[in-house]
């Protein structure tokens, strides 16, 4: 089967750093992506990951494993700004993408 | 125009009658797609575009239908709108097909069927 769990919610204090999870099933896997999305507005691509390692840009980075099927997205030095739901996606068997529920990121001052 | 577009913001619609949430980009995009997202629910793919002229359908795609007749325009039909069609709908596009090309959504339509 195709699927991918996140975790629902998660609270996190300014300035600090949290990991967001994300495993997945899929029969076609052609990489992973993460979204950040907004309250009220549209997702907004944040990273792309294709081989096993670790990806940075600036204050986010971007995990992955395939033999696991585990990724995390890393925020570092949180902001208010951050707080969102960020979105996990895969490619799955049809070549389209499946996407996580999203994990909404409450940060707290 | 820059990025894409969709038209209506919102809307309030009685069960029954017939919809066409419209989405135009202005980037040549091959491929676009439709979404619902659902509160506590992943967004799902209604239908999708590789290319002007085909379309193909995505994991939702009762009661929806959809046209590429060029490669700017993607709107979405609902035939005979029901309750459960109740969502927030994004159209998106992507410079390639095939689920490995970043995909670059619209501020979405939030549509009511009562």
């Known amino acids: 089967g195709q699927n991918i769990d996140q975790p629902t919610e998660m609270t996190a204090t300014e300035g600090a750093i949290v990991q967001i999870n994300c495993t997945y099933q899929?029969?076609?896997?052609?990489?992973l992506f993460w979204y950040q999305q907004h309250a009220g507005e549209a997702p907004t691509f944040l990273s792309y990951?294709?081989l096993d390692g670790l990806e940075e840009k600036g204050r986010f980075s971007s995990f992955l494993s395939r033999s696991k099927g585990y990724s995390y997205l890393l925020l570092k030095e949180l902001q208010m700004k951050d707080s969102a739901s960020y979105l996990c996606?895969?490619?799955?068997?049809?070549?389209?993408?499946?996407w996580g529920a999203g994990t909404k990121l409450i940060i707290k001052p | 125009i820059a990025g894409i577009t969709q038209a209506p913001t919102s809307q309030i619609l009685a069960a029954g009658r017939r919809m066409t949430l419209r989405c135009t980009q202005d980037?040549?995009?091959?491929?676009m797609y439709w979404y619902r997202q659902d509160l506590g629910l992943g967004l799902r793919l209604i239908h999708y575009?590789?290319?002007?002229?085909?379309?193909g359908k995505g994991e939702v795609p009762d009661g929806y239908s959809v046209s590429r007749a060029n490669t700017d325009d993607f709107p979405l039909t609902l035939a005979s709108a029901v309750p459960s069609q109740t969502s927030v709908y994004f159209c998106?596009?992507?410079?390639?097909?095939?689920?490995?090309?970043?995909?670059?959504f619209g501020p979405g339509t939030r549509l009511t069927v009562l």
């Open positions: 980037m040549r995009h091959n491929a």
């Open positions: 996606a895969v490619t799955g068997s049809n070549y389209q993408l499946i």
């Open positions: 990951n294709v």
């Open positions: 575009s590789n290319t002007a002229g085909t379309t």
């Open positions: 899929t029969s076609g896997f052609n990489g």
């Open positions: 998106a596009s992507s410079e390639l097909a095939g689920g490995s090309d970043t995909q670059y």
